[in-house]
């Protein structure tokens, strides 16, 4: 069969949709998804994007669960996919890392795309460049 996660963001994908995150808890009966657009996600979306799921993993797919929640991904989104570096480009995010860099695994400033398979994110007026596969978490650290 194939895997929940590609399945979810296919489906999606034909909606006009983005799958951010998937979260699957309490053995699998429970699944939430985090969807995006470009022009942002409102409740109808994600009414609609639940009632169309619903009605395709159970009668299409034979997936067992009890309950999917549909979400927006919020202001503090998490970042993913190189795609969500690019689009976020110039935007405050936190930058967590499974190996120290520089002393340090966490890193707070302004994204600044991506080079050679690097991010790099000013913090304090200095770009520090991290290796993509080194990032633990990521996500969009908006200031108010």
């Known amino acids: 069969m194939e895997d929940l996660y590609t399945l979810l963001e296919r489906s999606l994908t034909q909606l006009g ?3 951010v995150d998937l979260e699957v808890s309490n053995r699998g009966k429970l699944l939430r998804l985090f969807i995006d657009k470009p022009e ?3 409740i109808d979306d994600c009414v609609l994007v639940s009632n169309q799921l619903s009605n395709s993993l159970a009668v299409d797919h034979d997936i067992d669960y009890d ?3 549909v979400s927006s991904p ?3 989104r ?3 996919k190189e795609a969500d570096y690019v689009r976020f480009t110039g935007e405050r995010a936190q930058v967590k890392l499974r190996i120290l ?4 695994k966490n890193f707070v400033g302004v994204l600044r795309g991506l080079e050679d398979g690097m991010l790099l994110i ?3 007026g200095i770009v520090h460049k991290l290796a993509l596969s080194n990032i633990d978490k990521a996500r969009l650290s908006p200031e108010f």
């Open 17 to 19: 949709y983005e799958l």
């Open 40 to 42: 942002g996600v409102n």
């Open 67 to 69: 309950r999917l929640e």
């Open 74 to 76: 919020g202001m503090d």
């Open 78 to 80: 998490v970042l993913k």
């Open 101 to 104: 860099v520089e002393n340090r």
């Open 122 to 124: 000013e913090c304090e």
